[in-house]
């Protein structure tokens, strides 16, 4: 293989050579009388030294001093790598061929050169750790030969020429791992069951990072509500009114990420509820519902995200980091709300249990009907940017239902005194 890159080289030189050296042949071979093209040169590195004379090491291909440009000077030299080096040859095999034994100084130090190792992001539910980085080294070739073509003539000492490969440190890293948007809500009235569905939903997604350009999907990410996953019977909305249901409570789950996600300057995808939701303002909840309804986005950033969750004393939180925002980003809903009715019912059949009129049972829980418009305003170094309408919503109305005994209680005699 050397061979047949000696051998190119030299075919090479046929075209160059016939131009290059009927001009300076005649410059070559004057300046060799006083050796004026002669390079001698050590290069260091710390404590290591390296000697090199081409006096020397031309010894025994004298004959091919012409062609191989040994005695011409730094422009010469120049000119004939150059011309080299637009045929496509490699570089240090040119560098070799001009000056012999210079990959010997290469191998002399490459104890120098080290791979690139870049820091990486490792986030969990235990939050972030940034790994070690370290640059990338190699010896310059090309500056040393520069160097060393130019200290023809004179002894030069020259500090061997490094390129570095920067590395991605911890600091850079961090600095798009920041706070981008963080919601709270709260279940302080919820059933054991509901505050179970909550939290095993929240532990699923707590701890992910979506990269830039990935979609998410809350239902791929958490995964069926069944009780074969581990879920539990609590209320759902359905069908415009509270029932019974596997996985009761997840929405709740679902509404947090998306309220945290619009902080963070996203705008995911979502479906309402068919009534408002306790937890959260009308027009910024998050229906979600195995093979019916989804929370999805796209990370449009330039860097990954990272989502954890938290559930704590019947509260869950969402923290969602990456790239700093632009903007500082305030919620904003817009609604009429038309009260529900209070309708009261007697029915001895459905109610036994119900006799007097001060014992009553709340059949069904009344919902206002809600119309909303909601925004996401944008601002910046506290001044308003924008004002952007992300959904317009209808919630139904559903009037609360009590039913209560028919017979008044007869009233109590009161104590004679003595």
Sequence with gaps: ??????????????????????????????????????????????????RYD???????????????????????????????????????????????NFDKILKRFNYVCCDRTDSAVNFSSRGFSYGKSCDGVKIDADKLFEEMISCRGHFKRIALPLKYDRAITAEQLKRNTVLKGKFTTTYYNSGENRCFNIALSA???????????????????????????????????????????????????????????????????????????????????????????????VNTTNHDLYISAKVSGKTVTFTVYGEPNEYDIVRESVEQRQPFNVVEIVDKTR???????????????GSDGVKTKSYLKYYKNGVLVKTQLIRSNSYKRVDKVIARGAEPRAEQPSALLP
């Excluded at 020397?56 to 011409?72: N, S, W």
């Excluded at 109610?351 to 829980?365: A, G, H, R, S, W």
């Design 203 to 297: 532990k699923a997604i707590d701890g992910i990072t979506v990269k830039s350009g990935q979609t998410f999907s809350f239902n791929d990410v958490v995964g069926a509500r069944t009780e074969a996953n581990g879920y539990k019977n609590a209320k759902v909305i359905m069908d415009g009114g509270y029932t019974d249901g596997v996985g009761g409570g997840v929405c709740q789950t679902s509404t947090t990420l998306y309220n945290a996600l619009l902080l963070a300057g996203l705008l995911p995808k979502a479906s309402q509820h068919t009534l408002v939701s306790g937890y959260v303002k009308a027009g910024f909840d998050a229906m979600v519902a195995d093979g019916v309804a989804d929370l999805t986005f």
């Design 351 to 365: 109610f036994p249990e119900l006799v007097y009129d001060d014992q009553i049972k709340v059949i069904t829980n």
């Design 1 to 50: 293989m050397k061979k047949l890159k000696y051998y190119t080289i030299i075919f090479a030189l046929a075209v160059i050579i016939a131009g290059v050296f009927v001009t300076n042949s005649a410059v070559a071979y004057a300046e060799q009388s006083f050796a004026p093209w002669n390079v001698t040169a050590e290069i260091y590195y710390g404590d290591e030294v390296y």
């Design 54 to 100: 081409l006096s020397k090491q031309i010894d025994g291909v004298e004959f091919e001093a012409d062609i191989r440009g040994f005695y011409l000077g730094y422009n010469g030299r120049k000119n004939l790598a150059n011309g080299l080096l637009k045929q496509g040859l490699d570089p240090i095999c040119v560098y070799q061929y001009l000056l012999p």
